[in-house]
């Protein structure tokens, strides 16, 4: 535990990211990936089908409001999948030798020779063609990927149905099976959630690359040879595929596809979480230690997505330079009653689910910043106690303010008493663990409503206390290595 009031002697050590714009204008946040010095960056958005309902229900146009308002929209949606058919087999005759007009010379009669060489398995039955498969449908995590806000343009994904056989009704060794469609692979932000509309969860895509089989293609039909009854007894024992009546047909359609009504549900994978009221300084805060240019304004709910930004290793641990780099995560300012979804509510608590490490961003300038920072804490405990226990620093934002030097010690002290002794229980391990259900089920497993009957005082205290102006840079290096050094112990 300490608390931090002296001079920064360190240059700043953090690198960050390149801002990206949405397709909205306006400027969305990112992920970048991990290698030091690659700016290559990934946003991530998302959208809710509760939201396509909600879009509905209060606008007739719910392109205008995804326009208007993505913060509602950018982390749930609900899409639909169809992999494709199987393709047809073939009803065929076999080939009637004696109609065909005999072939002449060498060349011709070896090419007939060889047409007329049926293929066959090892058994010597013969090989038929079949209809092509259907295409499967695949999601999975793409890097590449920010939102999932275009799946409210588009809520359903067909796969292509498989070729079906393409036979003139005469078996012959030139017939091929039907061809085979793609898969059809959809990208979706790392992070994303995959379950079924009725809550069975199918897959945490929390890895770029993870996927998952959400719709497998049909099977393609078989083809029959069709004869008459007479010749029947001996094709049998050439192949089973003979046609005895007019039902055999079915058996050469190709199956259908399967079709899914999915629920997408995107939630940030970050590091490090920054929470405080709206005007705290948290976007400043991310501007001042990463790359991200989040917009930053002087007015409450600037922030209205979550933004991410990449902070680097420390370089004065050598070798291990890397070690302490993270992904910070600014959220959108809570206010009192977020957890049942006041301001921009519930939608952006759910985003802490995965980040090992909290940054309480304070105004320190603020009337009562103590009650302040109490209001957050509540919120948290209310929405999911888990978050209590979570290791966190608090940051007392804005010391650049002559008031505020002042009463960074009483600050101090008072938020030093607004917890116990008590170490972080949570494994979070866990809580970054693959996970998919509710954001409201604790995962320490103790039941929430009687974690919740505990006051915040009953959960352990910060593991540091850092006064800083992130706009003036004022002990912002005192702020990196107290968070960098809280993730190095998570991480052990
Ligand atoms: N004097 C001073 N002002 C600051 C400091 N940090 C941030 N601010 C100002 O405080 C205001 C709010 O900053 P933001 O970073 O947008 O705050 P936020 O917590 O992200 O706000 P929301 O987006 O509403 O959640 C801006 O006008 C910043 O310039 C600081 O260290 N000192």
Redesign the pocket.
Known sequence: MASLFSTPTSTSTSYLFRKKSSLYGTVFPLRCDRKPGNLRSTGYFEISCRLSTRAKESSPSPALNLNKEPHKYFDQVVITVRSGDGGHGAVLNMPNQKATKPPQGKVEKEKARRRGLLKRDFGGSLILPTGGHGGDVVIYADEEEDTLLEFHKKGRYNAKRGGNVAAMGVLTSQLRDGVAAPTLRIPVPVGTVVKRKRGTLLRDLAQPGDEILVARGGQGGISLVEMPERSKKKLMALTTNVMRDDSDKVLSLGQPGEEFTLELILRVVADVGLV??????????LAATTLAK??????????LMPNLGRLNGDPSLGAQMYTSEATLA?L??LIEGAHLGKGLGRNFLRHLRRTRLLVH?V?A?AEDPVNDYRTVKEELRMYNPDYLDRPYIVVL?????PKVSERLPSLTEEIMRLGSDRPSTLDTAQTLSTEGGNADVPSSGVPSRDRKEKGIEDYPRPIAIVG?????GIRTNEMLKEIRAALRMCRD
Do not use: R
């Not at 405080?276 to 400043?284: D, Q």
């Not at 800083?468 to 003036?472: A, F």
């Open positions: 405080g009221l709206p005007n705290a300084g948290k976007s400043t805060l989040p917009d930053i304004a002087d007015y409450p709910f600037t922030t600014d959108p300012g961003v105004d300038a934002n804005k010391i650049d303010i800083v102006s992130v706009l003036k």
